[in-house]
């Protein structure tokens, strides 16, 4: 079992940035990918961003040259730093893991999540 934790989330003005965190517990998570998702009110939860251990980063389009995530294996913890916020970004935050690299866009095939936190980003 892996136990996911996320913070940093807030609310900030359009155009500003956060640093979410991710830290895991229960199993080391050098060999796991990790992965951001953000689900809006009323909307499903979309892929943001996945760090997978040995074959690099993988964005979404949208999001792509404006959030940056990152890992630290010596702390089991995951980054995901968001700049340039735009209202659209507003969101609840959740931090995943799974074992392999397939099918990193569809919320059903990871097997951790944290409880989200909260990105408000006004206008």
């Known amino acids: 079992q892996v136990q996911l934790v996320e913070s940093g989330g807030g609310s900030v003005q359009a155009g500003g940035s956060l640093r979410l965190s991710c830290a895991a517990s229960?199993?080391?998570?050098?060999?796991?990918?990790l992965g951001w998702f953000r689900q809006a009110p009323g909307k499903e939860r979309d892929f943001v961003a996945a760090?997978?251990?040995?074959?690099?980063?993988y964005y979404a389009d949208s999001v792509n040259n404006r959030f940056t995530i990152s890992r630290d294996n010596a702390k089991n913890t995951v980054y995901l730093q968001v700049n340039s916020l735009k209202p659209e970004d507003t969101a609840l935050y959740y931090c995943a893991a799974k074992s392999s690299n397939v099918d990193l866009r569809f919320p059903g095939s990871w097997s951790y999540w944290g409880q989200g936190t909260q990105v408000t980003v006004s206008s």
């Open positions: 229960g199993r080391t998570i050098s060999t796991y990918t």
């Open positions: 760090s997978m251990w040995s074959f690099g980063e």
